[in-house]
């Protein structure tokens, strides 16, 4: 590759005499050599602030800033700036320039500004004792994050000014996947500021905070998860959080609530009883539409205020058991991250046929595993890492009553909003209509597609009822629809809803590749797109919608949470000019 620089500059007209050349070329190598030391040393960084070997830590962010500065000043000079004036072919050597000046921003100010963070951040420190997280420490860390942010932003425009295509395709490579990086790590910091700017509000800095937490079970689908099974209240106070109160889903039944949720929603979602029936108070994928029901049901039942909302399933628990150990029930049973899913949506039910004894083994259960979350075990900035994940596939929402608050969470995974929006969407929510507990056994796949004319889009849904053919409990099967009659043992009916673009149109469905019956609704600037589907025991049933869409590229996913994840693809038609 070198080689080909000398002749292209060389064959430029001789700008740079052959001493310059070889110049370049040398420096060039042995800053591509100190970049190579900055990426293995940003791994082993991260590595140690995970780790909390806080001295490593600071001993790596010195070599990755020395690392990138040489880089740096091995790519400037006289030689450098006359190689890369050159129309042309010096356009490699301007690109290079501009990664090797961002690294060397980063390492100088990014860097040291995150090491303030991760020191802030400390789980020696974070974790105060047990229960009680360090408010000051968080908020403490905000001014090194902006300044990180903003210095990373400085440095992806640098890179972005750079010419994108030149002649020589790895310095194109290395452009673009920097460019990634940066963008993914951007969104992080991101995130991680809004973090801290929420936390310690959240965390009760002024006042306590009460939240509703509801648990949801994925074995019977709905909008946001699964229906919401368990539910605890939860206090925090000064960065201590305890739980006050576990119950079960019964407990929350016979309340009647007035929450004003608008048109579209009575439209589409008024035939279930969401303000009556706990049990479809989440019926709607916008997660705080569940939250102002909680709120209020909350309210009527107990004559308490809720500061916010929290809804949560097995998976996301099992993430933070993963990171403090397993649980443990009188019974002696173990309740670890990779049994705490079928434990409580597919084996209590095989366990307990009687429906009170299992709510109180759900509850039991609830109460063992928040309680060693919240007991003080695992590394703090671990247990975050999984409410992110959690969070980024919609397995822990969360809402505030505060709309300041609110309006800052709606900037995150974690709000569960459908947002109202102009650019491409595209999503499915499935509900489950029967009132079985078989969406443990359903596989979801969706693919997406814009024709070689962008506004035709077609989305092909496919739906698989994998339950097994005989031994379920007669609970897991029981159907309360109108069509249990003529149904048969593992049979399951959904309401399928497809979200589209603002502005969509239909303009045509098949079910099976027969034209099938669909209903035409509205929610948050979404058409909707609802299909009654049976799905019988073992059978798989497609979906096929010709969509007109008025915008352009690729959509953002609705991924509605449930035990199996959505399998879902995006593309463009290939096509000839």
Known sequence: MWLRIVLRMVAAGGVLGAVAVVWVVVTALMARSQLQNVQGEIGQLRSAIADGRMGDARSLAAQVRGHAHRADQLTSGPAWWAGASVPGAGDPLESIRALTSAGDRLGRHAVPALMTVATNLDPATLRRSGNEINIAAIAASRPALKLATEQLAAAAAQVHASPASTWISTVD????????????LSGTLNSADRAATLMPAMLGVNKPMRYFVGVQNEAEARGTGGIPGTYAIVVAYHGKV??????????????????????????????????????????????PYAARIWAAMWRQKSGQRIDGAIALDPTALGYFLKMTGPAHLADGTVVSASNLSSLTQQQAYVRYHDTTRRKAYLVGLAKAVETKILGGEGNPLALMQAASLAANQRRILVWAADPRLEA?????????????????????????????????????????????????????????????????????????????????????RLHVQWYASAGSKLLGLTVEGKPGLVSTHQERGHPVYL???????????????????????????????????????????????
């Open 408 to 492: 800052e969470l709606q900037k995150t995974p974690m709000s569960g909003i459908i947002p109202q929006t102009k650019t491409a969407y595209a999503g499915l929510a499935v509900i489950n209509a029967a009132g079985s507990k078989l969406d443990y056994y359903l596989n979801r796949r969706v693919t997406w597609q814009r024709s070689c004319n962008p506004h035709d889009v077609t989305a092909r849904i496919t739906l698989r009822n994998g339950a097994p053919a005989s031994g379920l409990p007669a609970y897991v099967t029981f159907r309360s629809d109108s069509r249990a009659k003529s149904a048969k043992p593992g049979d399951n």
């Open 173 to 184: 490579r290395g452009r673009s996947q920097l460019l990634t990086k940066l963008t993914n």
């Open 242 to 287: 305890r739980i006050t109160q576990i119950g079960s889903d019964t407990e929350m039944e016979k309340l009647d609530v007035t929450t004003d949720l608008g048109p579209d929603f009575q439209s589409l979602y008024g035939s279930a009883l969401p303000m009556r029936h706990f049990a479809n108070s989440n019926v709607s994928p916008h997660f």
């Open 531 to 577: 299909v009654d589907l049976e799905l019988p025991q073992g059978v798989t049933r497609t979906i096929v919608l010709h969509l007109h869409d008025p915008t352009t590229g690729t959509p953002q996913i609705l991924r509605q949470p449930l035990v199996h994840p959505l399998a879902m693809t995006t593309s463009q038609a290939r096509c000839t000019p």
